[in-house]
């Protein structure tokens, strides 16, 4: 079973940054595609960031290009950890922040999830 958690949301002001992390069970690097979606309160839920499990190819929503990064450990496959690095952030990047393993093709689903972490950016 897929095991997600995330870690590194809070409160940060316009143009600050912050850096999530998302710890994954043994094996989901070697299998999955891992990245990051986001849901505002009263909005949709978005796929915000990802990455292949082999580390060669990332997805970035046009909204966080340019200021979001994402990463593996590439350390050891064992960590199995990915990490959001988001920079210049804005207002309307506040929202809940999960984690999600086994992506669909078009970035836009996956299977597995994480709990959530809440970031909040003030003006």
């Known amino acids: 079973q897929v095991q997600l958690v995330e870690s590194g949301g809070g409160l940060v002001q316009a143009g600050g940054s912050l850096r999530l992390s998302c710890a994954a069970s043994?094996?989901?690097?070697?299998?999955?595609?891992m990245g990051w979606f986001r849901q505002a309160p009263g909005k949709e839920r978005e796929s915000v960031a990802a990455?292949?499990?082999?580390?060669?190819?990332?997805?970035?929503?046009d909204s966080v290009k340019g200021r979001f990064t994402i990463s593996r450990d590439s350390r050891d496959n064992a960590k199995n950890t990915i990490y959001l690095q988001m920079n210049s952030l804005k207002p309307e990047d506040t929202a809940v922040y999960y984690c999600?393993?086994?992506?669909?093709?078009?970035?836009?689903?996956?299977?597995?999830w994480g709990q959530g972490t809440q970031v909040t950016v003030s003006s």
């Open positions: 999600a393993a086994n992506y669909d093709s078009s970035w836009s689903g996956a299977r597995y």
């Open positions: 990455i292949t499990w082999s580390g060669g190819r990332t997805y970035y929503a």
């Open positions: 043994e094996g989901t690097f070697s299998r999955y595609s």
